[in-house]
């Protein structure tokens, strides 16, 4: 698995735990750690976990209403965990993050195989759908 896909993994599993827990201040950085060590021994780009983290974290309620913007008949409440939490990772990266290093429709993939791997049947599709319709916003722009 290349590095940066792992990374992704790694901050997706922290952001779905921290999430599921009642998102509890201060809880985040401790499941990232024991994430990191769990799932990313070896991991040479650790950075790259914690941009991503901190990242979602400080744009968290501006991305939130992105995603209920896109998606208004699902209140963020009302979508799956997982589906949530790689949207968040997702549109992060689509809005706010080097499009050099991560151009959109990498962005896109990558949150499309996210929702593959842990999210259910139709989760690929959702996520496709939403950062679709968020790419073609931008691109009128």
Do not use: C
């Amino acid at each position: 698995m290349a590095s940066r896909h792992l990374s992704r993994s790694i901050v997706m599993q922290s952001l779905y735990e921290w999430d599921f827990s009642g998102k509890k201040p201060g809880n985040l950085e401790k499941i990232v750690e024991k994430n990191i060590k769990e799932f990313g021994p070896g991991l040479e780009d650790k950075d790259f976990v914690w941009q991503l983290v901190n990242g979602v974290i400080s744009k968290l309620s501006d991305i939130d209403k992105i995603i209920e913007k896109a998606a208004p008949e699902w209140p963020i409440e009302q979508i799956t965990i997982v589906d949530r939490n790689v949207l968040r990772i997702g549109l992060y990266e689509l809005l706010y993050g080097n499009k050099e290093e991560v151009p959109p429709k990498v962005a896109i993939n990558e949150a499309i195989e996210l929702a593959k791997t842990f999210g259910g049947e139709s989760s690929g599709k959702f996520i496709n759908g939403v950062l679709g319709t968020v790419f073609k916003e931008i691109e009128k722009k």
